[in-house]
């Protein structure tokens, strides 16, 4: 492997973001017409409070044929506690996370912001690439 490789080298940067306030059907179009499987949610600081993903969708959609009637924000569904990675963690370092954790990809933070998002098949390339 070659010298010090972060997931800074193989995150995603250009994400898509959700905002808390936004209806929670309009967010699910979003995800489901951009094929992806959840999205940050970001306050109006730029700060992370939270993230959607398609699961949370899942509760929303199914409480709402409870009550015949959809209805709710994205606050309301997303997960507030998130698991986030530094973007200058090491690539091995975050491999060790992502098989010590139920998750498929993580937010990527640097001096507390949101700067990207790492995936198990980013990392996995990464490995490949610098093995």
């Known amino acids: 492997m070659r010298g010090r490789v972060t997931i800074a080298d193989y995150m995603a940067r250009g994400l898509i973001t959700l905002p808390p306030q936004m209806e929670i059907?309009?967010?699910?179009?979003?995800?489901v017409?951009?094929?992806?499987?959840?999205?940050?949610?970001?306050?109006?600081?730029?700060e992370l409070v939270g993230v959607l993903s398609k699961k949370d969708c899942l509760r929303a959609a199914l409480n709402s044929s409870y009550h015949r009637e959809w209805g709710g924000l994205v606050a309301d569904y997303m997960t507030r506690e998130v698991e986030t990675l530094d973007?200058?963690?090491?690539?091995?370092?975050?491999?060790e996370r992502f098989l010590a954790s139920p998750h498929r990809r993580f937010p990527v933070m640097s001096d507390g912001r949101l700067v990207g998002q790492i995936s198990r098949a980013d990392v996995l390339r990464g490995l490949l690439e610098n093995w």
């Open 33 to 46: 017409d951009s094929r992806i499987s959840g999205a940050p949610v970001l306050g109006p600081s730029g």
């Open 87 to 95: 973007s200058d963690l090491e690539l091995v370092q975050a491999a």
């Open 25 to 31: 059907n309009r967010a699910m179009v979003v995800l």
